[in-house]
């Protein structure tokens, strides 16, 4: 049980968190809530990105909530500062909106934005929301298809998601993972076999991670909500990375893997599924 007290989104005991939004009473009901369930943090108010931009040269934030849209510029652009600000260091960026759903499902957030609230849902659902980044509530029972050649890294990783009541099918190949997912092709009731793939790039095998992914979406024809695929890699070249999400990608994670990324990325994928 110990192992799941330490895998906190929110690591520090007096964190810092910029809650980025146009209206100072949003930035305040927002700003009241996360002191409410994060005691001891600091919260830095930011009317836009130029403030924001300004509050991160200052020092590093454990946390992100902004607007969609804002008044020198849009959420996804306050995201990528804070990706570029922050390297690989992880930092949750939660776009807090009244129109979150509609962006959500016309596919406007960006690898870059880790999750989404409705603020439509009011204060206790925020409330509840941003408990769930303090302490990461799990999706029973999802299943992951997890495709990488090493043991040990295999290993680690499984024990991982485990810890979050996913169900984890480790194969070692693309083949494989194939292979697994041909017995369900074609099923009456839907299931394609797995709730998300999660697959290395690079494979000692003949196929290798790019190209299953390109079979999954242009052989078998599943989009990225009927089967998300996250993509591991320790190339941090940004031109092959967006050739992957240009291939149909739902995310990727840089190896050497982070928990509590890789975590909050696969649950985001699920929740995304879940919605059509």
Not at 51 to 74: C, F, S
Not at 131 to 152: C, F, H, K, N, T
Not at 162 to 167: K, L, S, T, V, W
């Amino acid at each position: 049980m110990a192992e799941k007290q330490d895998l906190r989104h929110v690591v520090s005991d007096a964190p810092r968190v910029m809650v980025v939004d146009g209206s100072k009473l949003v930035r305040k009901l927002v700003g009241d809530t996360l002191m409410k369930e994060l005691p001891g943090a600091q919260v830095i108010g930011c009317s836009g990105i130029a403030e924001a931009r300004k509050a991160l040269a200052e020092g590093a934030v454990d946390l992100v909530t902004t607007a969609l849209v804002l008044p020198d510029g849009d959420g996804l652009a306050l995201a990528r500062s804070v990706r570029e600000a922050s390297g690989q260091s992880y930092v949750p960026v939660i776009v807090i909106s009244g129109n979150a759903q509609e962006a959500l499902e016309t596919r406007a957030f960006t690898e870059d934005i880790t999750d989404y609230f409705d603020k439509s849902l009011g204060q206790t659902a925020l409330a509840a929301f941003i408990r769930g980044y303090v302490q990461p509530a799990p999706i029973e029972g999802a299943r992951v298809l997890y495709v990488e050649d090493s043991r040990v890294v295999a290993v680690a990783t499984k024990r991982m998601l485990e810890r979050h009541g996913m169900q984890v099918l480790h194969v070692i190949s693309a083949e494989d993972a194939l292979e697994h997912l041909h017995k369900f092709f074609g099923r009456k009731d839907g299931d394609v076999g797995a709730d998300v793939v999660l697959s290395d790039v690079y494979l000692k095998g003949a196929l290798s991670g790019r190209e299953l992914l390109n079979q999954i979406r242009d052989v078998f024809h599943y989009g990225k909500r009927r089967l998300p695929m996250v993509m591991m890699t320790g190339d941090d070249n940004r031109d092959n990375q967006a050739a992957l999400l240009r291939d149909g990608a739902n995310d990727l994670v840089l190896k050497p893997i982070e928990e509590r990324l890789l975590v909050t990325k696969v649950l985001f994928q699920l929740r995304l599924s879940k919605l059509g």
